[in-house]
């Protein structure tokens, strides 16, 4: 969950509104008090993300709000604000439950870091908060009955009890991901740590110190000694997504921990040795990116001990409905709607449909649905972006010989790409900044879909 709406209680007049202008002008939602009474009736009226408190206030102690803040299960985070003089009591402060502290004077540049760590560590809590909820309900992720799924979840059954090396791969959308958790989940390491890396979704320039760490003052913006994903997995699961994605320097690295177990920090010279089991998934046959000189052959083979193909839904037969069903089940859930079904016309349509952007494409479909859907009334092909069948199995369309054809999300996402780059005159990087990607996931996707740039 975003951060939305922010409260500044302080009692400064000129440091109250300047932070309160500048956190308006990033577009935040911000009501300000300059006294612990106005600050009460201000929580009372509204619910709030987060909330900028000064230790001293004219009408009593900062802590006494904080702590009224912390006795609410769900209220919003809190990070104090102090002087010189006060940095212990901001310390103790924490030790109650603020999130954090800021020292006046302050620059905004401080505090744009501070609400992006908290907005950071509210999602993930809120994220695995729901995540744990959701698993314990499930005896697997792995939903389906036919032939493929039977052979899939064998070997992952046969696997799961080892610490053997495991390579994932499958298009977009088949689940890799949801292999991968089956896996530690059943594995004689699922009490110990599970750290995910999207290889896709970390710069090249960072992604170095997001596998191994780094040393205070290593590199520009480096303030202190960071961890790296895999010393925080030492004696537990790694999942690598999207393996392919790495540089050619990376992989030098990659296969010395997968040989030796053994890496240094960025900027470092001590050597941090560490037991991990490695899962790692790709989209991309590896084996003609090791011809084309685009992966490492040795870490090919270091990587591929275990080989795992997750199929596409197409092949998947009699579970398409069944995924259906469970999806519908678990969105009207979760958006409140009851007595919620398809009709049979929508379930011929749903068997039929070749689903390329597979069990992803089928489940934000379904969840698309439930929210367009009426309560009590079943649900057509047209709210899933389907044709309707005629009684003799073929779409409307087909019928009536119009001969139209359903975009994919594959050709949907290739034409908004290519209309972006156009209107940003070719530029990568800007083009990438309004799609929401890095300039490197977005390179890929040009080459993917062999798009003209």
Not at 196 to 205: F, K, L, M, Q
Not at 363 to 390: H, W
Request: net charge neutral.
């Amino acid at each position: 969950m975003a951060i939305e709406k922010i409260v500044v209680v302080d009692d400064e007049l000129m440091i109250r509104k300047a932070l309160e202008t500048q956190l308006r002008n990033k577009r935040y939602s911000v009501a300000s008090a300059g006294n612990l009474k106005s600050a009460r009736k201000i929580l009372a009226r509204d619910s709030f993300d987060l909330v900028f408190l000064d230790l001293r206030l004219p009408d009593g102690e900062g802590t006494d709000l904080l702590e009224e803040i912390m006795a609410k299960a769900d209220g919003p985070m809190v990070v104090m604000m102090t002087g010189y003089g006060s940095v212990e009591s901001a310390v103790s402060c924490m030790q109650m439950g603020a999130f954090d502290y800021v020292v006046k004077p302050f620059s905004f540049e401080q505090i744009e870091v501070v609400v992006d760590k908290v907005a950071s560590f509210d999602k993930m809590r809120r994220v695995t908060k729901y995540y744990v909820e959701e698993s314990d309900t499930r005896s697997s992720d792995i939903i389906g009955e036919s032939e493929p799924v039977k052979q899939l979840k064998i070997l992952v059954a046969k696997v799961a009890k080892t610490e053997a090396t495991v390579l994932i791969t499958g298009k977009n959308g088949t689940g890799k991901e949801l292999v991968a958790r089956e896996l530690y989940r059943n594995s004689l390491l699922a009490k110990q740590p599970y750290i995910r890396v999207n290889c896709a979704a970390i710069s090249e320039t960072l992604m170095e110190s997001e596998f191994f760490g780094h040393e205070k003052g290593s590199f520009t913006g480096a303030t202190e000694r960071r961890e790296g994903r895999f010393e925080l997995a030492d004696g537990g699961t790694i999942l690598l997504d999207e393996i392919s994605e790495i540089s050619s320097a990376l992989q030098a690295k990659l296969l010395r921990v997968l040989q030796e177990k053994e890496f240094e920090r960025v900027g470092g010279n001590k050597t941090i040795q560490v037991k991990v089991r490695v899962i790692a998934t790709t989209n991309r046959n590896l084996l003609e990116e090791v011809e084309k000189g685009k992966f490492r052959e040795d870490l090919y083979y270091r990587l591929n001990v275990f080989p795992i193909a997750v199929p596409p839904l197409r092949e998947r037969g009699k579970d398409i409905m069944l995924l259906a069903k469970t999806f519908l089940q678990r969105h009207a859930m979760k958006h409140g709607l009851d007595h919620v079904s398809f009709s049979k016309n929508c379930e011929r349509a749903i068997t039929v449909h070749s689903w390329p952007g597979n069990v992803r494409e089928l489940e934000n479909a379904v969840e698309r649905s439930v929210i367009l859907a009426d309560e009590n009334k079943q649900i057509e092909p047209d709210l899933l972006g389907l044709a309707p069948l005629t009684p003799r199995g073929k779409s409307n369309e087909e019928d009536e010989g119009a001969n139209l054809e359903i975009e994919s999300i594959e050709q949907v996402e290739k034409s908004h790409i290519e209309k972006i780059l156009k209107k940003c005159g070719g530029n990568r990087t800007h083009a990438a900044k309004k799609l929401g990607l890095n300039v490197r996931t977005l390179r890929n996707k040009i080459k993917d879909f062999e798009i003209e740039n």
